[in-house]
T-cell receptor, first 118, second 112 residues
């Protein structure tokens, strides 16, 4: 079954600690994304990557880092510089674009990681 | 100004009712639009794409009004299982092509 796998489902971070959230996809999608969702809020883009070894900051990149060493994998590290990390983190992937011109393709989401501070 | 604006609701309707949600988007150059559904404490799931001519998928109808820059979703014959938050989404253009902009969502509760 093709899909996006996020792990762990729940994660607790101690003060001063960096933690890494895993995201793996076997959909052969070029683009991958990390979002943060706070209770009652919309999705905010942290980082995204459209090709291996390249990524761009989203709207709230401060305190986070990513890597894209393989097409299938896009891990997110929440660093100690992120002072309010408690949130629901969602990874998504998509085909980059179709051959019919400039258009966005729908993104498909993993089932998320809930991060809390200890 | 947010890229996509939605009325957060909540909308509370009885089973069998017809309910409509609207949202507006700010980038007139956007070409791609979607509606997602998000259940409580779950990930968003694609409900349907929105095409220029409007499109229907069973009880769901999506419309796009480019002149006014708004997108609508109509749900007919509501079911209890339709209770969820509905996210309106617009695609980026130019330097932001590849990004999707999500609204905060409209909460729907269908009661028996």
């Amino acid at each position: 079954d093709g899909g996006i796998t996020q792990s762990p489902k729940y994660l607790f971070r101690k003060e001063g600690q960096n933690v890494t959230l895993s995201c793996e996809q076997n959909l052969n999608h070029d683009a991958m994304y990390w979002y943060r969702q706070d209770p009652g809020q919309g999705l905010r883009l942290i980082y995204y990557s459209q090709i291996v070894n390249d990524f761009q900051k989203g709207d709230i990149a401060e305190g986070y880092s990513v890597s894209r060493e393989k097409k299938e994998s896009f891990p997110l590290t929440v660093t100690s510089a992120q002072k309010n990390p408690t949130a629901f983190y969602l990874c998504a992937s998509s085909v980059l674009r179709t051959g019919t011109g400039d258009s966005n393709q729908p993104q498909h989401f993993g089932d998320g990681t809930r991060l809390s501070i200890l | 100004r947010k890229e996509v604006e939605q009325d957060p609701g909540p909308f509370n309707v009885p089973e069998g009712a017809t309910v409509a949600f609207n949202c507006t988007y700010s980038n007139s150059a956007s070409q791609s639009f979607f509606w997602y559904r998000q259940d409580c404490r779950k990930e968003p799931k694609l409900l349907m794409s929105v095409y220029s001519s409007g499109n229907e998928d069973g009880r769901f109808t999506a419309q796009l009004n480019r002149a006014s820059q708004y997108i609508s979703l109509l749900i007919r014959d509501s079911k209890l299982s339709d209770s969820a938050t509905y996210l309106c989404v617009a695609g980026g253009r130019g330097s932001t092509l590849g990004r999707l902009y999500f609204g905060r969502g409209t909460q729907l509760t269908v009661w028996p």
